[in-house]
């Protein structure tokens, strides 16, 4: 079956930091991704991980570890704008579609 | 999200009327996929291509059909719609080669079934 969890709403301050945390369970693994998603709009690419360890890229980060099955991003220097949901996925190499399989989001709030 | 297109924009039916979806790419793309998300559910899987002439199953794609006729377009169809398909639908593209780790969505399709 195919797995992804992810905590559905998170609440930070301004200037902080917070990380978002991705447990999945998957039939097959070709990379993670996360993505953010203002509200009314498109999901936006943030990273991607395919091999263990973390990437980073400016204020966010990401980690994977695939013995485990998790992955978190990490939002340094919160900002207002930051106020989104962030969306953990996995790509599936499946039937060769590579479809990306969605957990269900995380809104974060960034309170000033 | 240039050039990924998807019209209409947003749409009111009746349950029991049909309407079709159109996904339009400008970026060569093999891959196209119709995603719908759904409060709380994140994006579901409906229907995908992995080229001109073939589509698949996703995750939920009872009461869709679609067609990939043209390399560039990706068409979604309701055939007789229900309230349960009320939802925001979302069309993405990938390539097939290197760069392909990316994914492009379009703006969504905000329908409403009444």
């Known amino acids: 079956g195919q797995n992804i969890d992810q905590p559905t709403e998170m609440t930070a301050t301004e200037g902080a930091i917070v990380q978002i945390n991705c447990t999945y369970q998957t039939s097959g693994f070709n990379g993670l991704f996360w993505y953010q998603q203002h509200a009314g709009e498109a999901p936006t690419f943030l990273s991607y991980?395919?091999?263990?360890g973390l990437e980073e890229k400016g204020r966010f980060s990401s980690f994977l570890s695939r013995s485990k099955g998790y992955s978190y991003l990490l939002l340094k220097e919160l900002q207002m704008k930051d106020s989104a949901s962030y969306l953990c996925?996995?790509?599936?190499?499946?039937?060769?579609?590579?479809?990306?399989?969605f957990g269900s989001g995380t809104r974060l709030l960034v309170r000033p | 999200n240039a050039g990924v297109t998807q019209t209409p924009k947003f749409r009111v039916l009746k349950t029991g009327q049909s309407m079709t979806l159109l996904c339009a790419q400008d970026m060569n793309h093999e891959y196209m996929y119709w995603y719908r998300q759904d409060p709380g559910m994140g994006l579901r899987l409906i229907h995908y291509s992995v080229g001109e002439g073939t589509t698949a199953k996703g995750e939920v794609p009872d009461g869709y059909n679609v067609s990939r006729l043209k390399k560039q377009n990706f068409l979604l169809g309701l055939e007789s719609a229900a309230p349960s398909q009320t939802s925001v639908y979302f069309c993405?593209?990938?390539?097939?080669?290197?760069?392909?780790?990316?994914?492009?969505f379009g703006e969504g399709s905000w329908l409403t079934v009444v």
């Open positions: 996925a996995v790509r599936d190499p499946g039937d060769s579609s590579y479809k990306l399989i």
């Open positions: 993405a593209t990938r390539s097939r080669g290197i760069e392909g780790n990316t994914i492009y």
């Open positions: 991980n395919v091999l263990d």
